[in-house]
């Protein structure tokens, strides 16, 4: 082969190689550690899976913060204002967790629906709203007003 | 009154800046000298104006003028002065009027510095820069006037900066980041010059590499400050989480350390022109993918202000134009540049190559990690999040690659290596880092082989950085006299390589031997956290300018010798009743320890995280030298003794640069 068509051959399969393995890794990565966002009316419905890990978003439901006094353990219930789940998580708060405020949880989802977080996330400033979760609320109240109009029809 | 002469300052500086994008550019196409003669004084003009907006914000900060909606927004009469000033570029607005000083201030510095260069090159590159310069002014001007008054109806005071953000940090990291970011845009603007001219030479490699160089060392300051602002202020210890804003950072930043190695090949070697056009116009694309990811409010963290869709549409429209006008030229123009140049298969050529190869992977494995889910999203498709250890699990293989190969590449030559020569020079680092590598393991308590490989791959770097260094220096007239006669590229060249070996040993060790523990605690309680006790003697009140905080006191002894007192805090700010924790943390360049206080769980009882960061320092130091680095690079002597006659006639040879980096010393090959 000529030697300058050798070397391109050589660069090219170089770059292949690369992308190749790149390619391979990623997917392989993307696979395990891609993570599904449900809001409360799915995980009640049923619709979130109990074998991977998941982000649940809604607001704290007031007066369900119930804190153990003896560990770090702490039970809230996360709600879109039609259906709420109960969290269980063991850790800091962020600072701006509060009732009545928008949060996200990542975790699993246990078989008696019970959610174990293992990360709770607040947002940076008291205005600001997830996206997910402003999303969430306004599936679930758009639902409630379709509800509403239906049995008004009847 | 002022706040209006601001913008029409900038409104003006708009003007100047379409001025500069047509008549330069008119004048070089139809080579009239005239008009060429415009370029450096439509940029001063341009950068006066935009310099006095940006006098006029501060000023409106400095004085309290809550009339202006931004400052009322962004600012209180209760904040102190350094973070009145800071405030300015605190929100969207102003931090893109920040931007746009960069620019031009950036734009200027190349009028000021390349008096050598040839004028229809220099008004090209100029009206590159008015065009960018352009359209973020039209951006400002159209979707985001920082000096939009609330009249009739002025707040009698403003709604405070974000707590999180009234920290030094602050102060420093936006700016730095700009630096960097915007500094990209020369490199693009010397490209597509060099497109536009079909003239890309080792003359245009080497006026881009300064400027890349710059660039590139501010945006490692800028990326290190941001991890280290995130460390001691919001992260509750962590330094980097993978998020999509961070990444936005990283990208630019890893095409721009691709950029840069192959900017010396096609300087040195005149090879891979295309591929170094293709990875500046890439860069500076990646710097504005950074902004729109940042500023358009698609994301969801402290860097997204309030979102407004009219913002985000122009930026991905200004994105897509340069990237599609860009790729455009490119495809056009770039195959005419054609270049016959032999190298062996071992060359150095051939090793920055795959340096290039394993970036550019990096590159493209961040931004899929990155975007993916906000394509989802976009279209509809479910709302999904990426994990970090998707970055960790692939990330970690090419860094450590990457930090492999630059190892083996230190020793390469130009054109050829012989195989037997550098598998006898690299046989003693390779022995000496296995051996330094191992102790550090053991020191560190525990075999864990991503731990190994990444401390014997930061060993590694160092070793033949330093054995580089040795065999070059090596002169008949004593070892100070061969030191000496090292050139000042060359160093920075080993202090940016010794700077990512320091930053991979700290994150290898900090991820992996470090300890955090969230706890209960009453006053007088005991923990014990690796050899270290934290005693939680009690908690009290003191008062801020504008804040009140509750604060701990935590005794720390190490195997029951006095280490350090601290005091974390929780602050509650009189304006907007936010609550912010304030982390305390006794440095060390060895280990740090870190003690924040959490929500309180009974009448005496907190929660406290608790944590032992081993050489978390290095991290930033790492940085610290290759921004260091990189800045001693771009004050070679090369780079500012030259005639552009004499560097025009060299160019074509492209290898006849003189002694400078890269050359092997005599004493080497023996």
Known sequence: MHPIRKKRLTIVLFLLAGLSVAVALTTYALRQNINLFYDPSQIAAGEAPTDARIRAGGMVEEGSVIRDPDS???????????????VEYMGILPDLFAEGQGIVAMGRLGTDGRFVADQVLAKHDENYMPPEVSGALEKASKAQTEAAAETATY | MYPELGQLALILALLLAVLLTVVPLAGSLTGRESLQAFARPLTTGMFVFVALAFAVLTHAFMTDDFSVAYVANNSNSMLPWYYKFSAVWGGHEGSLLLWILMLTGWTMAVAIFSRRLPSVMISQVLSVLGMISVGFMLFIVVTSNPFDRLLPNVPADGADLNPLLQDFGLIVHPPMLYMGYVGFAVAFAFAIAALINGRLDAAWARWSRPWTTVAWAFLSGGIALGSWWAYYELGWGGWWFWDPVENASLLPWLSGTALMHSLAVTEKRGVFKSWTVLLAIITFALSLLGTFLVRSGVLTSVHAFASDPDRGTFLLVLLALTVLGSLMLYAFRAPVVHVRSRYG????????????VLLVSATLLVAVGTLYPLILDFFQLGKISIGEPFFNLTFSPLAIAAGLLLGVGTFSRWKKTDAGWLGRKILWPLAVSMLISTAAI??????????????FTACWIAMTTFWDLWDKSGSRKGRVHGLKRQSRSYYGMVLGHLGVAITMAGATVVSNYGIERD?????????QVEDYQFRFVGIGERRGQNFTAQYGTFEVSHEGKFVAELHPEKRQYAVGMSVMTEADIDAGLFRDIFVAVGERISD?????????KPLIRWLWLGAVFMAVGGFLAVSDRRYRIRDPKTSRSTSSAGAATGKTDAQPATGAAS
């Open chain 2, 442 to 455: 053991v020191a560190y308590g525990g075999f864990k082989p991503w731990a190994f490989l990444g401390l």
């Open chain 2, 519 to 527: 706890v209960r605690m009453v006053p007088g309680d005991t923990a």
């Open chain 1, 72 to 86: 770090l353990k702490v039970e809230f219930k996360v709600t879109d204002y039609s259906a709420s789940v109960p």
């Open chain 2, 345 to 356: 298969s071992l060359s150095r050529e051939i090793f920055l190559l795959l340096n290039n």
């Open chain 2, 604 to 612: 005496d009882a907190w929660a406290i995280r608790l944590q032992y």
